[in-house]
């Protein structure tokens, strides 16, 4: 069975850093491709970034100078590392991959950015 599950989200203040990881069970995380998203309050759910054998990161917000995704695959973990962190990236953040044709979901961890 798939399982992602999200960690390390939390309240943090504007210009602030947060690692949220996630880890994945259940396939071959190592061949996968996995990717972060997030869903701000009223909004729909947004690409984040993606990591295989590269990695890319949405621009919008300037995400791509302040998020970093990285993975560990002896550990089956994928990570996140968010830098400079502004009001606007409030969200939940979930972890994703298409594992043998299914799109699996994690939970989702809260990140709130505030004073």
């Known amino acids: 069975q798939v399982q992602l599950v999200e960690s390390g989200g939390g309240l943090v203040q504007p210009g602030g850093s947060l690692r949220l990881s996630c880890a994945a069970s259940g396939f071959t995380f190592r061949y996968s491709t996995m990717m972060w998203y997030r869903q701000p309050p009223g909004k729909e759910r947004e690409w984040v970034a993606t990591?295989?054998?590269?990695?890319?990161?949405n621009d919008l917000d300037s995400m791509k100078d302040r998020f970093t995704i990285s993975r560990d695959n002896a550990k089956n973990t994928v990570y996140l590392q968010m830098n400079s962190l502004k009001p606007e990236d409030t969200a939940v953040y979930y972890c994703?991959?298409?594992?043998?044709?299914?799109?699996?979901w994690g939970q989702g961890t809260q990140v709130t950015v505030s004073s």
């Open positions: 990591i295989d054998s590269a990695v890319r990161t």
């Open positions: 994703y991959a298409r594992i043998r044709g299914n799109d699996c």
